[in-house]
């Protein structure tokens, strides 16, 4: 797939309407609520993506990565990065 700014517009806006594939989309879901509260992500949240097909390795490396993005946005928020 190459992003196409068709696509790219999709995901800026809601990425639930972009043309993703289901797994991804299970993973996108998980990775919003990680973001918005990472106390309210559940078991069944990791059983979601192990439907979806995402192993025990796939899960924690979706974790690590969406919350080292989350930690390193709030540095740079923080420290005025780009204002």
Avoid: C
């Avoid at 196409?4 to 999709?10: G, I, K, P, W």
């Avoid at 192993?55 to 923080?78: C, E, M, R, S």
């Amino acid at each position: 797939m190459t992003l196409d700014s068709e696509f790219v517009r999709h995901l800026e806006d809601d990425y639930r309407s972009a043309p993703i594939t289901g797994s991804e989309r299970v993973m996108l879901d998980y990775v919003v609520k990680l973001t918005k509260d990472a106390t309210q992500v559940s078991r069944e949240d990791h059983a979601a993506l192990r439907t979806a097909g995402f192993d025990d390795q796939a899960i924690l490396q979706i974790t690590l990565i969406a919350a080292w993005f989350n930690y390193i946005n709030k540095v740079a928020d923080a420290l005025g990065v780009g204002r």
